[in-house]
């Protein structure tokens, strides 16, 4: 005979293998892909033209990039090469701000919203603290958007140039996403 608690285990127990069967099923589990890109920002710090702005600091002091407390908003186009003729890929909108007393440190958050065909309407969103004296600053990349879904690494800035206030800046980018 088949007591009440004999029968609630047995219940208990199918409905877990049902449970079980329907979700392995249907589960697949995908390798993270990992892209590594090369882009260049076009960084314009002066003259008629410039995409890089210091928008807010200390009442009374210079604002400038080694001026504690001086925020910058960025919109800089971002190209295959260092070339600012060639193809372009997306655009580098953000912002920034000297984050330390000595104005060594700059706190960086920055979305790369391509354009191209390739990734066209994706994003990479980038975060982070460095040492702006350094020849290469590190950034994490926290996030993205389309074809860098649920994106996760890093990428490195390096001015390759600079020029009557214009400034070519190699990103490495090196990702993994669905």
Avoid at 6 to 27: D, G, K, R
Wanted: with cysteine; net charge negative; charged share 10%.
């Amino acid at each position: 005979m088949l007591t009440a608690t004999t029968f609630s285990q047995l219940l208990l127990l199918s409905t877990c293998s049902i449970l079980m069967h329907s979700y392995s099923s249907e589960a697949t589990v995908q390798p993270p892909l990992t892209t590594k890109l090369v882009l260049y920002f076009q960084d314009i710090i002066a003259g008629p033209n410039a995409n890089d702005i210091p928008v807010v600091g200390i009442p009374g002091k210079l604002w400038s990039f080694s001026q504690f407390g001086t925020m910058f908003v960025a919109d800089e186009p971002i190209t295959e090469t260092p070339d600012p003729n060639s193809a372009m890929v997306g655009r580098a909108q953000g912002m920034y701000v000297t984050a330390s007393l000595d104005g060594s440190n700059v706190q960086t958050v920055f979305s790369i919203v391509f354009t191209n065909q390739a990734y066209n309407g994706s994003t990479l969103e980038l975060q982070g603290a460095g040492n702006q004296l350094q020849r290469v600053l590190e950034f994490a990349v926290v996030g993205g958007t389309g074809k860098f879904r649920f994106a996760r690494g890093y990428t490195t800035f390096e001015t390759i140039s600079f020029s009557q206030g214009h400034a070519v800046v190699q990103l490495n980018v090196t990702v993994r996403h669905d």
